[in-house]
């Protein structure tokens, strides 16, 4: 008896031995290091064992270092259009009948006869950037560069540089820029798929202006859709972000989210806040959307963007009871099955549920969107769907938007953002003309609405050249950026109501 209490105080000696251990080393942990759990969700308090390990405040100050020098300061400049080119669609207030009218034609030549000052090019937006390829490829966001008559570049050195744009995309806010420097500062590609929720990360930018900014956080959720989140309309174009706490503000977007290796993760692009600056969340694009997207703009010109032809909805509670579906809870439940797509290849019908496409999981709208953007027209992908409780598996060839596998390729005539359609023999007779073409669906970023042109605008003659057809457009275009004269369409036409105009449009980058 007395051996077995002698036996047990040994053993409450060394568990308390072991606690008290524990204690002190909690007590006495360096600053600087964090525990980081295993795989099981099991902290230990001793040397790190399987997934295990402590993070060092080196590991933060080395990802710093090796990722700095990779992140640019983007600024945008535009000149601003006076208010009578706005008003009037570019002609001269002052050769409107009108003015003669009211203050008579010895006033309108006064006006003339007086210089006028040109308005100067002025600051419209901040962001940053980050360097993908040592001879100066620049990924941000198209948000950033979007309106910009000038792009400028900061390097973490200070050095300035003017940018050109290789191309954008609006329905992922990304856009490829270049500047003339050599053996610049590359951020490596890492593999954004690869992240866990939990994970910590550093956000690199240029936030409010202050150049060169790194922040931390980890990352709080993956494929988030912010409109669905937070219930709002939908904010257009593809939504499966990377969520972090990282602190994120003004002047960030385009800037990069690493890891601790210092690798590029993700393109730091939006946060969520009622007050305009941070407020706990922030989103990056992820790498495996940014890389696609920006691989196709070089290749290209613009994103082989594949389609897999279904219209559909992601699986709720709510239509999971309504359907009476079995199999699954999450998903993407197909409404509606195109003709000629991958999508009827592939046999899918609706009422299918899509759980996973290319051995990527579709869970939600923004999965399902991530995983899409990550394929090309003439990717085969497996698609693996529940149909009446069964799980199913099929292959189909991914299409693009034409029903086909083609290459697609930017046509730099849309950088002038119109459409255009003839004028009817009625009109032609009312403003005296027996020629034109008309302007309609005017994007407010293309190359007509920037220089003051209006919907309804009728071209009657590009460069002195007759213009009665679309195709007359695009061969003066063609041949007027094939001259190595200075590259401007210089427009003259005439708007419904009869007011003519005259546009200068520049074609130069």
């Not at 524990?22 to 600053?31: E, I, K, M, S, T």
């Not at 994970?199 to 060169?212: I, Y």
């Not at 213009?467 to 007027?480: E, F, G, Q, R, T």
């Amino acid at each position: 008896m007395k051996k077995e209490i002698i036996t047990s105080a040994i053993a409450c000696a060394a568990l308390i031995a072991s606690v008290t251990a524990l204690v002190v080393r909690a007590d006495n942990a360096r600053p600087d290091t964090f525990l980081v759990s295993n795989s099981s969700g099991n902290s230990s308090q001793t040397a790190p064992q399987g997934n295990a390990r402590f993070i060092s405040q080196e590991e933060f100050i080395r990802a710093a270092e090796q990722t700095v020098n990779g992140v640019v300061s983007v600024k945008s400049f535009a000149t601003p259009q006076s208010r009578r080119q706005q008003q009037y669609g570019g002609g001269d207030f002052y050769d409107d009948p009108l003015f003669d009218f009211f203050f008579g034609p010895q006033q309108r030549r006064r006006q003339q006869q007086q210089p006028r000052e040109e308005p100067k090019q002025q600051q419209i937006g901040l962001g940053s950037g980050v360097i993908i390829s040592p001879d100066g490829y620049i990924v941000t966001n198209n948000h950033v560069i979007a309106d910009a008559e000038r792009l400028e570049v900061t390097l973490n050195d200070n050095r300035n540089f003017n940018a050109t744009v290789v191309g954008s995309d609006p329905d992922t806010d990304l856009a490829l820029i270049k500047i003339d420097a050599p053996d610049l500062h590359v951020i490596p590609m890492g593999n954004s798929e690869d992240l866990k929720v939990g994970e910590w990360v550093l956000a690199v930018g240029n936030p409010f202006g202050f150049t060169s900014t790194v922040t931390s956080g980890i990352v709080s959720a993956k494929a988030r859709n912010i409109s669905s989140s937070v219930g709002e309309p939908s904010r257009g174009g593809i939504e499966s972000y990377i969520q972090t706490d990282a602190a994120v503000n003004r002047g960030n977007s385009g800037g990069a989210l690493v890891n601790l290796k210092g690798e590029l993760v993700g393109i730091n692009t939006a946060i969520y806040s009622q007050t305009g600056t941070y407020a706990g969340c922030s989103f990056a694009i992820p790498t495996s959307i940014v890389q696609k997207v920006v691989n196709d703009i070089h290749s290209f010109g613009t994103v082989q963007r594949a389609y897999l032809g279904i219209a559909f909805r992601e699986l709720t509670p709510e239509l999971v009871s309504e359907k009476g579906i079995k199999g699954t809870t999450s998903g993407i439940y197909v409404q509606e099955v195109n003709d000629r797509t991958a999508a009827r290849q592939a046999g899918l019908q609706p009422g299918d549920v899509i759980v996973s496409l290319g051995k990527k999981p579709t869970r939600s709208t923004a999965e399902m969107q991530e995983a899409i953007t990550s394929f090309s027209p003439g990717d085969e992908v497996e698609i693996v769907f529940y149909r009446e409780g069964k799980k199913h598996t099929a292959k189909a060839t991914l299409r693009n938007s034409k029903g086909d596998v083609s290459i697609t390729r930017a046509d730099n005539e849309t950088s002038l953002g119109a459409a255009f359609a003839g004028i009817d023999e009625s009109m032609a007779r009312s403003l005296g003309i027996s020629h034109g073409v008309a302007v309609t669906e005017l994007d407010k970023e293309g190359r007509f609405a920037k220089s003051g042109m209006r919907d309804g605008f009728i071209i009657l003659s590009i460069n002195g050249n007759r213009v009665s057809s679309a195709d007359d457009i695009k061969s003066l275009y063609k041949a007027i950026t094939k001259s190595a004269d200075e590259k401007v369409m210089f427009i003259s036409g005439i708007y419904p109501t009869g007011k003519a105009a005259y546009y200068a449009v520049p074609l130069d980058d």
